[in-house]
């Protein structure tokens, strides 16, 4: 396939079904989505880029109703769906449209497993074919119409040339013997569950939070109520009303007087006018409240934490070694299963890595060892 190629519009349900059609017969496609995350409170998936060998194609969802063409092309194993950096996309199209997916090949996972150092699918193209991509459109609203042609180009290439570069990629990890690793991970990744965030976790992962006191931290709690709830009504962001160094420095001088914000980093002229009353509202609420309770796990045990030292020494002495990423040793996840878990046996321990038996092969009698010392 050559660059200089034209995508396929699709913009309608009797459309879709016939392209899905022609699509479902090829064992082979890549994948991509646009989203508009960075400019609405709820984001969407505006855009769906799909190119086979030969064409392709650029799905427009606002202007269709039906979606589930698709859906049977990508639950289908027979058909191999080629990603870069697949687990946002899946979340993305399971959360909008149910989407299951089975068989894929995720170019980032396999690059990451190869040991390569810059795993962006920029760098990727750059390096294996001397492509150059536009990063202009990275941060682009694509929920916006109509779109630029120089936009639909940017979501074409994004696709074009993901199965030469898996190509490339597989045949690569099967001469170091790692695409089984790989593939452990591209069928983890499948899944993948939708987890949407409650306004109390986004709270307590403030960068800067811990350094408050609780009564800073209770107002920082009602700023973050009142922006969540205008972002909510203008459909944005909640970090495009104020921002989270802004809410912090608001919470940590305890502001009572509208005089006093134009001191705060980030509260411009329009930010004052707009928002000083809410916040002076919100700084008078948490003065004399107390912040949510946090969710805590469950785990006060110091073997645990002992075991988990130890798989992390060992995992970032192994990847260091073979020249590899810590994920690729071991997942974060698993890892913590491992620790909490503390599997006495290579049976029990094969139950808790059946999602990834390279690994279980490989380091199996290592792990069993090392946190039953």
């Known amino acids: 396939m050559t660059t200089n190629s034209k995508a396929i519009i699709i913009t309608g349900d009797a459309q ?28 969407q998936v505006c855009l769906i880029q799909i190119s086979s060998k030969t064409s392709d194609y650029i799905i427009d969802p606002f202007q269709i109703k039906d979606m589930s063409p698709l859906g049977r092309i990508f639950a289908d194993p027979g058909t191999e769906k080629v990603f870069h950096d697949a687990e946002y996309d899946l979340i993305c199209l399971l959360r909008d449209n149910g989407f299951r997916f089975v068989n894929i090949f995720d170019t980032m996972i396999a690059a990451k497993t190869l040991g390569r150092k810059k795993v962006s699918l920029t760098d990727l193209l750059g390096e294996e074919f001397d492509v150059t991509i536009n990063k202009k459109y990275q941060r682009a609203n694509w929920g916006k119409r109509p779109l630029t042609s120089q936009m639909l180009e940017y ?44 306004l109390e976790e986004t709270f307590w992962k403030t960068k800067g939070l811990r350094h408050l006191k609780k009564q800073q931290a209770a107002i920082l709690w009602e700023l973050f109520i009142y922006r969540d709830k205008v972002a909510s009504t203008r459909n944005l962001p909640p970090f495009k009303i104020l921002e989270n160094n802004t809410l912090i420095e608001l919470a940590k001088r305890c502001t009572k007087h509208a005089k ?7 509260m411009s002229f329009y930010n004052i006018k707009k928002h000083s009353a809410g916040i002076l509202d919100a700084i008078c609420r948490g003065s004399s409240s107390n912040p949510p309770v946090k969710s805590v796990e469950n785990i006060d045990n110091r073997d645990f934490y002992y075991r988990l030292d130890k798989l992390k020494i060992w995992r970032n002495r192994t990847a260091k070694k073979s020249g590899v990423s810590a994920e690729v040793v071991l997942s974060r996840k698993l890892m913590h299963k491992l620790a909490l878990e503390n599997p006495k046996d290579r049976d029990s321990l094969k139950i808790l890595m059946c999602d990834t038996p390279s690994r279980y092969l490989k380091y199996g009698k290592t792990i069993l060892e090392l946190i039953n010392l």
């Open 155 to 198: 979501a074409r290439m994004d696709t074009h040339l993901l199965i030469p570069l898996r190509d490339k990629l597989k045949q690569e990890l099967h001469n170091k013997s790692m695409l089984q690793f790989a593939e452990d991970d591209f069928r983890v990744a499948c899944n993948t569950e939708v987890h949407i965030s409650s």
């Open 16 to 43: 879709l079904k016939d392209i899905a059609d022609r699509l479902s017969a090829d064992p082979i496609l890549a994948v991509d989505t646009e989203s508009n995350g960075l400019h609405a409170y709820s984001e």
């Open 260 to 266: 006093q914000l134009s001191a705060i980093p980030g």
